[in-house]
């Protein structure tokens, strides 16, 4: 049964409703016993869709992805599908904000020897975001490499140490990413998905040891609707080599990758085919917003 | 300044003392924000020590690894080395628990964006430990390996996903812990060290990749004095063909392992240079706890 009646509080306040285990909660006001395996062993899994127009965009699929990095973890959701969309829609209700990020993070919960999984708790987190304009797309970004590949690649853990740990590294070398790479095959950035146009037009991307991006997956449906698609490993030398770069992730949605270890990419700027794709997938999310935006009307 | 008004109430209903930021807290009210680096993104580091008969064993030792595990996460503490003491001094006297460890917890903070570090929290929490007994030392353990580094193997991160993880791959080869390896070399179990004693009787413990264990330490510094000691890359195969095999970790101190993918080691019994340093280091413990108990006698 969810508990609704911190609602009418949080609105009067203007403070964001966050949702713990079974409870709609001020996000400021929300918390987690130390004892969660968390805090106390890094040892969770999350998801993370955003809304724009008040609408989730793709959220079966981002819903699909948090059951099964759960089920990796051995960790049981609490609620249902039906039952998270239900506490989904009343959030995007009541904080009322139109482009918003919805993270949803499943723990191992309260460990009595602080290292066997209990029984989860479950977070949801709503903020506000600006994705990013046409200037950051002709920008673009600089990445360094890493090697490194993330522990059960293809579930979404909240184990990041590496990622938040190479921010000073990224800072340093002056770059806007990391791009992880592992016995001389490129893998993905801490959070987002690599993408290469070769030479030949060909749109690729890796195929094993990331994890499946549900905008790596769009764009791939919509890729492939024009051009030959490949999911396979890439080599650093084929990545360096190609005609055009770019990172597909749910804040950012398609952004051209321009200068990878100070190797400039193709003629330094946006690639036609990355900005097709871009194009292509505005079209996909706005067609969506205009099909389902009432359900979630206020 | 540390605020000690709690402290009479615990004691009053027997709840455990543990201490957050900068407050003695009943354990059980204790928590963080759901903005903590640690739940969002598995950020931050912790040590372990025990006490036996009031006495904190190695704290120097222990205490000296949690600044530089903090250093290499880029996190900074918030109490100084001779604070800690007093804390931890406190808690030893008021918890009034003659055996137990001490998990010391310093996390990202509250990050804005779920991504960069912000100020640490801390977390120091005390719980009654009971440690094997001779029967235990003579069953000895039984281990199977697995493929893997630790991110940052020389800092003691909170990142445990694998360690976790692995423990349901444990229990279904009735194994009682798993051992890790890279590149054909040997290097330590998720929570505790590995020591090899070779046909000739050379003491053996990898050097690199591995977070140097304080029980590591004193057992090194105890078998220097009688045998040949050697910090060395170990190979897969010499440890299946080690005369002896042990663990040293802070709850455990020595533990042999008989018994590593089914494969038996030595004559399948403890070994006499494992026996020995054991009881080396019982005698170094009582030595520690003679010396120093009465300064934290209640």
């Given amino acids: 049964m969810l508990v609704y009646f ?9 403070t964001m409703i966050a949702f713990v285990n079974n409870q709609f909660i001020e996000e400021s006001k929300a918390t987690l016993g130390i004892s969660d395996l968390s805090i106390q062993r890094g040892y969770g ?54 482009d918003a990020s919805f993270r949803l993070i499943l723990t191992g919960g309260y460990s009595d020897d602080s290292y066997q999984p209990a029984s989860p708790n479950f977070i949801i987190i709503q903020q506000a975001v600006q994705l990013p304009g046409n200037e950051k797309f002709i920008k673009g970004i600089k990445i360094i490499l890493h090697e490194y590949m993330r522990d059960l690649p293809t579930a979404k853990s909240i184990n990041y140490l590496m990622g938040v740990y190479l921010q000073e590294k990224v800072k340093q070398k002056e770059a806007d990413d990391v791009l992880y790479h592992k016995d001389g095959c490129v893998l993905e ?29 769009k764009v791939l449906e919509l890729a492939r609707q024009k051009y030959t698609v490949e999911e396979r490993a890439v080599t650093i030398d084929e990545l360096k080599n190609a005609a055009e770069v770019f990172l597909t992730s749910t804040t950012k949605r398609i952004i051209p990758v321009l200068s ?11 690639g036609e085919i990355t900005a097709f794709l871009l194009e292509a997938f505005l079209k996909m999310e706005a067609n969506l917003i205009a099909a389902t935006a009432e359900k979630y009307a206020l």
Same sequence: chains 1, 2.
Avoid at 78 to 92: D, F, T, V
């Fill in 6 to 14: 911190l609602l009418n509080i949080s609105v009067a306040y203007s």
């Fill in 45 to 98: 899994v999350f998801d993370f869709f955003r809304t724009s127009n008040f609408t989730p965009l793709f959220l079966d699929d981002y819903l699909d992805r948090f059951f099964t990095s759960a089920a990796t973890l051995r960790l049981q959701p609490m609620h249902s599908k039906k039952e998270l969309k239900k506490i989904i829609g009343e959030m995007i209700r009541q904080n009322n904000i139109a």
């Fill in 189 to 217: 950035f801490p959070r987002s998905n690599v993408f290469v146009v070769t030479k030949d037009g060909k749109v690729v991307t890796p195929a094993e040891n990331v994890l499946k991006g549900i905008t790596r997956k």
């Fill in 260 to 270: 990878i270890d100070n190797t400039e990419i193709g003629d330094g700027k946006p």
